[in-house]
């Protein structure tokens, strides 16, 4: 479950962004709350999104200090694992851990349908029903851990889980390890001979170095699987514009992770994680 807070805007154009996907027929309006008659649309018929927009505007007025009044969120699922339904239990549960589940807050709820993955996006006001600001403080932070209890899960265990999981992958290096933890969706960094494991902003354990190094691995490269991932390299370069998208396609089709070393312009090397054979291969780029 990823639940992503888009950025804000002093005019809501998250509202349009919406309803233009849904005139193209690629999401629909699952729930419209605290607009007021616009709210009744077997009497007025469906409001226009210039409608929505400005009653939003008009409701966040009551706190002029806010530039910024948009709230727009997206909540994603792997694939179809959960329904539509499901997805908008879990964002009436989020957003009151978050704060924005006051009686009286507007709220818009758009299904998407144009990715593989089930998603819906979340329209609001930063502004509470009593004019206050609703607390934004650390909130990409909160915002995690409000998955993690709605979840029931324990980052704890999740990250000595996937720690588990990284120590069967064949490596012969730290940075080869860290790169490996980054594709897990960590960050981790190297003090005193301890390795710390973030995520979202939180240390989630601490290593000793000894216990990683100890445990490379060895193990004979498949120098065929080696081949191989060279020619997917080559020709999915060719077919993408752009290293997200190449990225994007060797994952997507063939559990293949690239992650870059040096700055983003321009890197110096890239490590090539083989999902699937769990195995790392460092490159230098000349």
Request: charge should be positive; glycine fraction near 6%; hydrophobic fraction near 35%.
């Amino acid at each position: 479950m990823i639940a992503t807070i888009l950025p804000g805007s002093p005019n809501f154009h998250a509202v349009l962004y919406n309803e233009r996907k849904v005139a193209k027929g690629t999401a629909r309006l699952i729930e419209i709350k605290n607009f007021g008659i616009l709210e009744d649309i077997d009497s007025f018929g469906k409001p226009a999104p210039e409608e929505l927009r400005s009653y939003l505007q008009t409701y966040s007025e009551r706190n002029g200090r806010i530039r910024q009044t948009q709230f727009h969120l997206a909540i994603s699922c792997k694939g179809k694992e959960m329904t539509e339904d499901e997805l908008l239990d879990f964002a009436h549960a989020y957003l009151k851990e978050m704060g924005y589940g006051q009686e009286g807050q507007p709220l818009l709820v758009y299904a998407h349908r144009d990715t593989e993955n089930n998603h819906i996006h979340i329209v609001t006001s930063r502004v509470a029903p009593d004019g206050t600001k609703i607390n934004d403080s650390q909130e990409r932070i909160r915002s995690q851990r409000a998955i993690d209890r709605i979840l029931g899960q324990d980052a704890r265990k999740k990250t000595e889980k996937d720690l588990e999981k990284a120590k069967g992958y064949c490596y012969t290096s730290m940075a080869q390890f860290k790169a490996l933890l980054s594709s897990l969706g960590y960050e981790s960094y190297v003090k005193d001979d301890t390795l710390y494991i973030k995520r979202q902003g939180t240390v989630q354990m601490k290593v000793a170095v000894s216990e990683i190094e100890d445990s490379f691995p060895e193990r004979r490269r498949n120098r065929q699987r080696q081949w191989e991932i060279k020619a997917l390299l080559l020709k999915y370069r060719n077919v993408n514009t752009d290293v997200k998208g190449l990225q994007a396609d060797l994952k997507k089709n063939f559990g293949i992770d690239l992650v870059f070393f040096g700055r983003k312009d321009k890197p110096y090397g890239y490590i090539i994680i083989d999902h699937n054979r769990k195995s790392l291969c460092l490159h230098q780029i000349s």
